[in-house]
């Protein structure tokens, strides 16, 4: 039953990473290891699960009937598994959250490290990326989203609502023009995402105020930020990140404040595990607490 297992679980690695060094990276295996276990169930299974083209592993026909199979067996293990460890321990085992950078670089380091220290026998992985993260690849096992998905099997929550400002540090204030209106801005140098790489619409801050010249781009809002602070010009900041920039200073509050929306995003399958939803109701309990705290913290900035 064990090895049965186990070539599912390989199974599934390269049908969610495409390639078998994906697989590898995600298993910790070898990639031709990886290659032979695959071989050796596609013999046992008397079918072809991948076509096999310099793109990577894409599923067959047979593969790609297989894969709601081995996702159910992938469930039952994980019931199987919680079910036997019983419900009033701690958490324990990996989870892993996929965030847009701001969110992961800002808000979730220390929402995760309070949930961690209250259970130590949890892993916490935190998977910042600048683009939407794919749960049906089991890129990670809940993601945080800044506008909620439409399409797929997915249970969408909720967190809270967020709030940013146009900033700039008080030695670019102090060294410019000052600026006391919206159409100030287009004498200034401006931060702001690469346009062809804005993942979300809720992002596109810029083309809401007009301004199509923006000599500072990066599709990592950590760098855009790192720009602001370091003096180089003007952007839109999250509200919660401005605590770790004391030099920062928001400006024309009354004309420019965007609220936005963090929504929890999970596999709908995950809802049947008590584990999933105890660390989900932690997760979304110590954001909303923790954003409050930080952004009360910048009302005077």
Request: some cysteine.
């Amino acid at each position: 039953m064990s090895d049965s297992w186990d070539d599912l679980r390989i199974f599934l690695a390269v049908a969610r990473g495409e390639s078998l060094s994906a697989a590898g990276r995600l298993l910790r295996m070898d990639p031709a290891t990886v290659g032979r276990r695959v071989a050796r169930l596609e013999q046992s299974m008397g079918a072809a699960l991948f076509v096999k083209s310099p793109q990577g592993y894409a599923l067959s026909e047979a593969g790609a009937r297989m894969l709601r199979h081995a996702e159910e067996a992938e469930q039952a293990l994980s019931l199987a598994s919680e079910a036997v460890r019983g419900g009033a321990e701690g958490l324990s085992g990996q989870i892993r959250i996929g965030a847009p950078d701001g969110c992961a670089n800002f808000l979730l380091p220390q929402v995760c490290a309070a949930i961690s220290a209250e259970n130590p026998d949890l892993e916490v992985q935190i998977v910042a990326l600048p683009r939407v993260v794919n749960l049906s690849r089991r890129e990670a096992d809940m993601a945080i989203a800044v506008s909620a998905p439409t399409a797929g099997r997915l249970a969408v929550q909720k967190i809270t609502d967020y709030r940013l400002h146009l900033a700039a540090s008080k030695q670019y204030l102090a060294q410019n023009t000052p600026i006391r209106a919206v159409s100030d801005l287009h004498d200034h140098r401006i931060t702001g995402y690469i346009p062809d790489m804005i993942f979300d619409k809720e992002l596109d801050y810029l083309g809401e105020l007009g301004l199509t010249q923006v000599p500072l781009t990066s599709n990592s809002v950590s760098v855009q930020f790192n720009w602001i602070r370091q003096g180089a010009g003007v952007g839109i900041v999250h509200d919660f990140a401005l605590p770790s920039a004391p030099d920062l200073r928001r400006i024309l509050t009354d004309e420019v404040s965007l609220i936005r929306s963090f929504y929890l995003v999970r596999h709908v399958d995950d809802r049947r595990l008590e584990r999933m939803n105890r660390f989900a109701m932690a997760l979304v309990d110590g954001m909303r607490a923790e954003l409050a705290r930080l952004e009360a913290l910048c009302l005077n900035v």
